[in-house]
């Protein structure tokens, strides 16, 4: 069987998912439905429904779109297995029932943001990067009961440089991920299904302690101070640009309470001695922040309903910046 006969369901939402389907449309390889979440309402106006990313590219390439509340509703179970597809592939999707994911005959794989069984979840990009990880990557991996416990078909490693937030890691797995997918798809159809896999739990036992990758909140990018520099550092440049880490920032003497987010930060060791952990301090114009073993350097931010702006920005137009406390 060839790419152009293979019959593929596309499965996914949010932009990333996008540069896996633009991979496979513009590869020639044989899209026959692309299954999504439903339209969304816009925060701003609720009237106005907004369709996900995968469904507007989708519509574009004249791909027929299903959008199930439900993934065990048997209308759209019966609308699904009419595409009769030898094969689905999963990108950035929710969690699919057996009754889905073991309908093709060549299976169900997904495409996730890490190197598994490390980071398991629905936010493998944030945490590598806020845990300080050095390296990443993408696998490729039949679905089963479990959530991203399945069999392993292949990965392909990502490094992350020391400077890089998650805008950056997040295009370069988007890009990644796309070609492991048509790489893994190239696979089973040379071994008709039958391509070599390795079980999640023969890894674990070599990677020591596993480390989750729970969905990001609110409260999950709250700024804890009395962590060290670098773990700051890190905090911030893996929830940057979006969501955003973010703070409060105090007056004197009991002055207004402001949430303020950051955006680019940078670590210096350098300690002064009178600085209290949170406290701001001006230096040459530029904005700092005492840590419990050095100084973060603030580079980009932004105050609640303010447009974002660079530090020095900040600094020239707010009076007595210095020694207010960041918690």
Known sequence: MTKEELRIVFMGTPEFAVGTLQALVE????????????????????????????????????????????MKD???????????????VVVAFRMLPEVVWAMPRLGTFNVHASLLPQYRGAAPINWAIINGETETGVTTFFLDHEIDTGRIILQEKFPIPDEADLEFVYDGLMHLGAKAALKTIDMLIETDGMVKTIEQAQMTQHVGRLLPAPKIFKDTCRIDWSLSTKQIYDFVRGLSPYPGAWTTIHGKDGGKESVVKLFKVSKHLERPAEGAVGSLLVKDGALFVCTVDGLLQLESLQMAGKKRMAARDFVNGVKNIENQILD
């Open 74 to 88: 048997p209308q759209f179970v019966e609308q699904l297995r009419a595409y009769q597809a030898d094969l689905q």
């Open 27 to 70: 590869g020639g390889y044989n899209v026959v439905a692309v299954v999504t979440k439903p339209d969304q309402p816009s925060a701003r106006h609720g009237s106005v429904m907004v369709p996900p990313e995968v469904k507007k590219y989708a519509l574009e390439q004249g791909i027929p779109v299903l959008q199930p509340e439900k």
